[in-house]
Every structure is written in structure tokens, then in C-alpha cells.
T-cell receptor, first 116, second 117 residues
Framework: DAEITQSPRHKITETGRQVTLACHQT?????MFWYRQDLGHGLRLIHY???????NKGEVSDGYSVSRSNTEDLPLTLESAASSQTSVYFC???????????????FGAGSRLTVL | AQKVTQAQTEISVVEKEDVTLDCVYE???????LFWYKQPPSGELVFLIR??????QNEISGRYSWNFQKSTSSFNFTITASQVVDSAVYFC??????????????FGKGTKLTVNP
């Protein structure tokens, strides 16, 4: 069965360290997204991609970067982790334009990141 | 700019009560999509429904129903005869069509529903 997997599921790191969260989907979806979930803020969009080599900034992109070198993966990098980036991170994908249900997101299980 | 407001932060009901979760949205587009997602205590996000802006028909799926009213920019979600398993955080979301197509979703802050036995 197709799926979207995130790793690691839990990570504790220190301020200033570089951290990469992996997202891998086998749906063959064109679109991929990273959201963060914080109490009182709901889900906020960090970065997104509509295809290979395409990346776009979302609402809360400062301090984060992504790259899309293939269809399956959209890793999220925190260049220098800050305590404000302690959060639960969700990766999601959707089929893309021209496909039924083009914008229905399928989410990964989430990655809980703690920055000390 | 698009915006989704879920004014109810938390709701607590007793099993078998009906409960309505409110969602109000703002958009400048005439073509857009509205969604509801469920996040149970286990943490995963589960898709419930998508409606486009041209389809104002209400929808019913078992104990769940959705009321879409463009006149009030609302897309409310009602659970009839609530059950403990309905306890979750529910998110409303909006996606605008936009120039070139926009498939990113903007989410509300969520409503935490607790159904007590």
C-alpha cells in the first residue's frame, strides 16, 4: 500500500545544531508540504513543492529549508535549531493538478522535535 | 488573503448529544475548496470531507453532516448522537484556486471536542 513516512518520529536536539526531518511518499504525488503544529496556532505551512526542483515558502518559513530532488522525498532542514522550533512537524502530499482529489492532503504520522 | 476561523477552542459534550463545530472563512477567490480534518488523540490527521465553492449542497455521512453557506462564509460540521470515539481535534481548512492553481491548504486553529461517557 502507498504511504507517507516521516523520520525520525521523535528527536531531541540542542540549540544551534542542524536538523533534518525526512519525508518519503510512495503515492507518486506531485505536491508535498511541511506543516508545524503548535498549541493555539493549529497547523501552519512551512514550505511546499509542486514538483521536482520546485520549492516555495509558506507562512512560517524563516529558519527552515527544503529541497526536492525527486518525486518521493521532501526533507525539511533546520539550519540552526532554535527553541522556538520545538514543535510537531507534519509532512503531507497531494496528487496535484489534473488528478481527481488534486488538493486532498494525505499526512504523515508527524515528527516531534524538541530543541533544548 | 485567505483565513479560516474556528472560534470554538474547546467543546465538551456528553455522549449522544449533538454538537456543531463552527468554521468561518475569508477568501477573495470565487473558486475555492473547503475541508475538514480530524486529529484523534493518537495524533494522525484524517481527511473527512472536501467541498468546492460551487457546490452548496449539504452533505451527510452517517452521523456526520456539513452545512456550507456561502452567504455567511461558513462551513459548519455537525456530529449527531456523539460518541466517545468522536473525541478529537477537528480542523477546518481552505484552499484557493488562485492564479495557476493553488493546492496549499490554510488551516484554522482547530476545535478540541471531548465527548464524555
Amino acid at each position: 500500500d502507498a504511504e507517507i513516512t516521516q523520520s525520525p518520529r521523535h528527536k531531541i536536539t540542542e540549540t544551534g545544531r542542524q536538523v533534518t526531518l525526512a519525508c518519503h511518499q510512495t503515492w507518486n504525488h506531485n505536491n508535498m508540504f511541511w506543516y508545524r503544529q503548535d498549541l493555539g496556532h493549529g497547523l501552519r505551512l512551512i514550505h511546499y513543492s509542486y514538483g521536482v526542483h520546485d520549492t516555495n515558502k509558506g507562512e512560517v518559513s524563516d529558519g527552515y529549508s527544503v529541497s526536492r530532488s525527486n518525486t518521493e522525498d521532501l526533507p525539511l532542514t533546520l539550519e540552526s535549531a532554535a527553541s522556538s522550533q520545538t514543535s510537531v512537524y507534519f509532512c503531507a502530499s497531494s496528487p496535484g493538478l489534473g488528478v481527481a482529489g488534486a488538493n486532498v492532503l494525505t499526512f504523515g504520522a508527524g515528527s516531534r522535535l524538541t530543541v533544548l | 488573503a485567505q483565513k479560516v476561523t474556528q472560534a470554538q477552542t474547546e467543546i465538551s459534550v456528553v455522549e449522544k448529544e449533538d454538537v456543531t463545530l463552527d468554521c468561518v472563512y475569508e477568501t477573495r477567490d470565487t473558486t475555492y475548496y473547503l475541508f475538514w480534518y480530524k486529529q484523534p488523540p493518537s495524533g494522525e490527521l484524517v481527511f473527512l470531507i472536501r467541498r468546492n465553492s460551487f457546490d452548496e449542497q449539504n452533505e451527510i455521512s452517517g452521523r456526520y453532516s456539513w452545512n456550507f453557506q456561502k452567504s455567511t462564509s461558513s462551513f459548519n460540521f455537525t456530529i449527531t448522537a456523539s460518541q466517545v470515539v468522536d473525541s478529537a481535534v477537528y480542523f477546518c481548512a481552505l484552499s484557493e484556486e488562485g492564479q495557476g492553481g493553488s493546492e496549499k491548504l490554510v488551516f484554522g486553529k482547530g476545535t478540541k471536542l471531548t465527548v464524555n461517557p
